[in-house]
């Protein structure tokens, strides 16, 4: 069974950090690409970020370039999102999910219908 558990959401206040968490089980995690997305209430689901957990090759959206930092512990079959200077405008829920290690729209964000298999989402709170 495939699972993609994402943890470590919480409330902090702008200016403060959070790490996210997203361990899979279930499928070869080296073949696959881990992004990160999320929604706030209202809006439509975006991408953020996501890793090549075979490269270690990154991609971010420029919203969060210079803030956000993504890394995979292969051993652990986890990615983590490291989320520096919060504002509030990162309020949202976050969700990861796998797709295909070698498609370029899934390390690059540009398709979310390419990923295959995603968690269920932790919230993020960010207080102004």
């Known amino acids: 069974e495939v699972q993609l558990q994402a943890s470590g959401g919480g409330l902090v206040q702008a200016g403060g950090s959070l790490t996210l968490s997203c361990t899979a ?15 706030a209430p209202g809006k439509e689901r975006e991408g953020v970020s996501c890793i090549s957990t075979s490269t270690g090759s990154a991609y971010y959206t420029d919203s969060v370039k210079g803030r956000f930092a993504i890394s995979s512990d292969n051993a652990k079959n986890t ?6 200077n919060l504002k509030p405008e990162d309020t949202a829920v976050y969700y990861c999910a796998a797709g295909w290690g070698r498609s370029l729209a899934v390390l690059t964000l ?19």
Request: no cysteine; charged share 20%; aromatic share 22%.
């Open 25 to 39: 089980s279930g499928f070869t995690f080296d073949d696959y690409a881990i992004g990160w997305f999320r929604q």
């Open 79 to 84: 990615v983590y999102l490291q989320m520096n």
């Open 110 to 128: 540009a398709n979310d219908a390419e990923f295959d298999y995603w968690g269920r989402g932790t919230q993020v709170t960010v207080s102004s």
